[in-house]
Every structure is written in structure tokens, then in C-alpha cells.
């Protein structure tokens, strides 16, 4: 179980606690999307398996896809 869990502000939060979907409209540049906090036995509480795929010259479409721990 996460015991702290805080998004950058450009997540949008109301479909994560709906669906548990981070939707996002990333900022210019490098930011962090999330930091979270274990206090018990530390298992990292998913993985991430992302995809980038060039659609032209100026556009890019990445898909990041997580897989929870034990499932």
C-alpha cells in the first residue's frame, strides 16, 4: 500500500479517482508525474511499459501502460 501518493498539477485527478486512469497534459520540459511514499516492505507497487511512436516530424505519441505487483 502506497501511504503517500502526490501528482504533478497537470494530472488530471478526477479521473484517477474515478478509474484510476492518470490522464495527463504534460508541461514543457522535464517534471516529475508522481512521488509516492512506502513505510512497510518495500515491493514497487506497479511497472511501467511505455511505447513512443512517431506519428510525423512534429508529432509523437507516447503510451505508457502499468501492470500492478502480483497480478
Known sequence: ???DCNFHECV???E???SRTLSF???DGEFILLNYRITGEFRAPFRIFPTVEE???YKVRACVNE???GV
Open 1 to 3: 500500500m502506497l501511504d
Open 12 to 14: 488530471r485527478l478526477d
Open 16 to 18: 484517477f479517482e474515478s
Open 25 to 27: 497534459f504534460p508541461p
Open 55 to 57: 506519428m510525423s516530424p
Open 67 to 69: 501492470r500492478r505487483a
